[in-house]
């Protein structure tokens, strides 16, 4: 995608992109189990899921037989995963190394950044502040935010409408190819953050990026270069 347009706004993921939070979604994923009696997946077959949400987590946990489950018991499974993980919310919360920097970099431009994520708001408001970032960014949106998420455009593309902006004059930064697809969706500018996990047999410089950017200390000249 060619920018056509200077940045203006820079629009981070917040799971695996911004913040660190692995830990804690597999933590909770295992609490769940031993609450249902199944027997725990080692934290390692559990990571591959973390990019996928809740769901992927619960049913990589349970095995076969989550196929077998109604809904209801599936969605009972993912609110008592929902509910370790908001008791443990406030433990570690963590930004990637070098994150800070590269936001004071940004701040010091005059510039405003923001949130796009598919986190239920009642967990991603809570971890902004835990993190220290609610009085700093100009917009953020939760997964439900809107009707719809991403993949779909439309919280990208709100986001640079809250900012007043068009989305062509932002950069969207998400470690996962569904953010990729709802950039190229909503027309903007997207960096692939590979500095944690990709998943096994993904290769993010062909999912369409406009760069993929695997140290923290580069994101800023990635940015800059695709102005």
Known sequence: MSVSEPVKALLFDLDGTLADTAADLIEATLRTMDDFGIARTHPSQLRPAVPNGSMALVEQAYGEGFAMLSDE?????????????????????????????????WEQRGLPWGIVTNKPSRFAEPLLGALGLTERVSVWLGGD???????????????????????????????????????????????VA??????????????????????????????????
Not at 213 to 225: F, K, P, R, S, Y
Request: net charge negative; hydrophobic share 40%.
């Open 145 to 191: 935010s809107l009707p719809r998420k991403k993949p779909f455009p439309d919280p990208l593309i709100e986001a640079a409408r809250r900012l007043d902006l068009e989305p062509q004059a932002c950069v969207y930064v998400g470690d996962d190819r569904r953010d990729v697809e709802a950039s190229q969706a909503a027309h903007m500018p997207c960096i």
């Open 73 to 105: 018991q599936k969605e009972t499974l993912r609110e008592t995963l929902w509910q370790h993980y908001q008791n443990a919310l406030y433990d570690n919360p963590t930004l990637y190394r070098g994150l800070a920097e590269a936001i004071d970099v």
């Open 194 to 227: 590979a500095w944690d996990f990709i998943p096994p047999g993904e290769d993010p410089h062909h999912w369409g990026a406009n760069a993929v950017v695997e140290n923290t200390g580069d994101l800023i000249a990635a940015i800059d270069a695709i102005r």
